[in-house]
């Protein structure tokens, strides 16, 4: 499985940004899809996600701004609004596969989104 992440960029803070994620390979039956982001001094933290059920979690701190949604089996967005500086980082696309009773992460390359103030 590999992932591919584009739509990072720079906005003004308040301004909106939507990223996609396209994976290659089969996802059927992936536990999770979702969004992780990573800034140069914390480590990687979930942003948004979707569970095998369909429900949705998110950080605190996007709650209300950020949307996570899937389009096609294979392809899922990001759509970030009322953006703030803080929201500046490098954003993962991620899957969960269960195989074999094993929980696999795969990771798309990053995008870079910066957030100016």
């Known amino acids: 499985v590999q992932l591919q992440a584009s739509g990072g960029g720079t906005v003004q803070a308040g301004g909106s940004l939507t990223l996609s994620c396209a994976a290659s390979?089969?996802?059927?039956?992936?536990?999770?899809i979702g969004w992780y982001r990573q800034t140069a001094t914390e480590r990687r933290e979930l942003a948004a996600l979707?569970?095998?059920?369909?429900?949705t979690k998110y950080a605190d701190s996007v709650k209300g701004r950020f949307d996570i949604s899937r389009d096609s089996a294979n392809t899922w967005t990001l759509q970030m609004s009322c953006l703030k500086p803080e929201d500046t980082a490098v954003y993962y696309c991620?899957?969960?596969?269960?195989?074999?009773?094993?929980?696999?992460?795969?990771w798309g390359q990053g995008t870079l989104v910066t957030v100016s103030s």
């Open positions: 979707i569970i095998e059920s369909g429900h």
């Open positions: 390979g089969n996802i059927f039956g992936a536990k999770a």
């Open positions: 991620n899957v969960k596969l269960g195989i074999d009773l094993t929980l696999y992460d795969y």
